[in-house]
């Protein structure tokens, strides 16, 4: 059985950081692309940050480039987000999700995954 833990959400007042780890079970993590979601409170789930199965591409939303990484480490089976500089508007719950892909494939923010974890709450205070 697949499955994907978050953990290290938290509140912080803006400025602050906050590193997101994602453990993945039950899979080989190398074929697998990462992807970090998020929902705010009354708003849809949007897409922050993918990695290839490789770890060698990534990419993210506008609203993070230059305070988000994400990364993964294969041998530990866990994905991570390191996330600076959070502001208030980051506030919301915080997804991991996984699909295989393979061929050093980089989802688009958008992709559909296929397994998802069960979240962590992320709380940014002004």
């Known amino acids: 059985q697949l499955l994907l833990v978050e953990s290290g959400g938290g509140s912080v007042h803006a400025g602050g950081s906050l590193r997101l780890s994602c453990v993945g079970s039950?899979?080989?993590?190398?074929?697998?692309?990462i992807g970090w979601f998020r929902q705010a409170p009354g708003k849809e789930r949007e897409g922050v940050s993918c990695?290839?199965?490789?770890?060698?591409?990534?990419n993210y939303a506008d609203s993070v480039k230059g305070r988000f990484t994400i990364s993964k480490d294969d041998a530990k089976n866990t994905a991570y987000l390191q996330m600076n500089n959070l502001k208030p508007e980051d506030t919301g719950v915080y997804y991991c999700?996984?699909?295989?892909?393979?061929?050093?494939?980089?989802?688009?923010?958008?992709?559909?995954?296929?397994?998802w974890g069960q979240g962590t709450q992320v709380t940014i205070s002004s």
């Open positions: 999700a996984a699909n295989r892909t393979g061929a050093d494939l980089l989802p688009p923010l958008t992709w559909k995954f296929n397994y």
């Open positions: 039950g899979f080989k993590f190398r074929y697998y692309s």
């Open positions: 990695i290839s199965d490789s770890g060698r591409s990534s």
